[in-house]
């Protein structure tokens, strides 16, 4: 199975900070990636696909780049309803793995 | 829109067998694939398997094979997830997400609001 090490585990910012969330996969995975915000008591929603392309309806300040085994999640100016936990997801083979999640806090 | 709606909470004991459904609607329900994904408490989100809507074919994450069965019925557009033989660390939210690929890559695009199973003695 594809492992799945994101970093950091929880990350404390202010609204307009710039946050930046890594992800590294145990194999290589082009750019089957996709990343995922979940707010407490809530489903995942969809934010990143293919590593970079935003999901529609996504705002422009979150971005995603990478490929092969590293990979990068960026809130460009932190926004009050950014604070919430954030997955990646391998999708290049069976069983799909997530990473362990990494939890945007109020600073 | 597209929605998943899910099955109301369940409580089981351990042992026992819990199914829970999912019924889409905003598109044709045999043209995707159907994932199911589950949530401990406090806890990450882990990948179960999927089936195709239109054959019934499926593909179990190891770890639950022999325990979980997945179906869909397509008169009623419905898919539902069975596990088995219970365990208290199974207690989780159980997720339906609609998996979406295009030419260069595939993601869950659409999820259920959850069902909570608890299990417990």
């Known amino acids: 199975d594809i492992q799945m090490t994101q970093s950091p585990s929880s990350v404390s910012a202010s609204v307009g900070d710039r946050v930046t969330i890594t992800c590294r996969a145990s194999q290589f995975i082009s750019s089957w990636l996709a990343w995922y915000q979940q707010k407490p008591g809530k489903a995942p929603k969809l934010l990143i696909y293919a590593a970079s392309s935003l999901q529609s309806g996504v705002p422009s300040r979150f971005s995603g780049s990478g490929s092969g085994t590293d990979f990068t999640l960026t809130i460009s100016s932190l926004q009050p309803d950014d604070f919430a936990t954030y997955y990646c997801?391998?999708?290049?083979?069976?069983?799909?793995?997530f990473g362990g999640g990494t939890k945007v806090e109020i600073k | 829109q597209v929605q998943l709606v899910q099955s109301g909470a369940e409580v089981r004991k351990p042992g026992a067998s819990v199914k829970v459904s999912c019924k889409p609607s905003?598109?044709?329900?045999?043209?995707?694939?159907m994932h199911w994904v589950r949530q401990a408490p406090g806890q990450g989100l882990e990948w179960m398997g999927w089936?195709?809507?239109?054959?019934?074919?499926?593909n179990y994450a190891q770890k639950f094979q022999g325990r979980v069965t997945m179906t869909s019925d397509t008169s009623i557009s419905t898919a539902y997830m069975e596990l088995s033989r219970l365990r208290f660390d199974d207690t989780a939210v159980y997720y339906c997400?609609?998996?979406?690929?295009?030419?260069?890559?595939?993601?869950?695009?659409?999820w259920g609001l959850g069902t909570l199973v608890t299990v417990s003695s």
């Open positions: 089936i195709n809507p239109k054959s019934g074919g499926t």
């Open positions: 997801q391998q999708a290049h083979s069976f069983p799909l793995t």
């Open positions: 997400a609609r998996w979406y690929c295009s030419s260069t890559s595939c993601s869950e695009d659409y």
């Open positions: 905003g598109y044709t329900f045999t043209d995707y694939y």
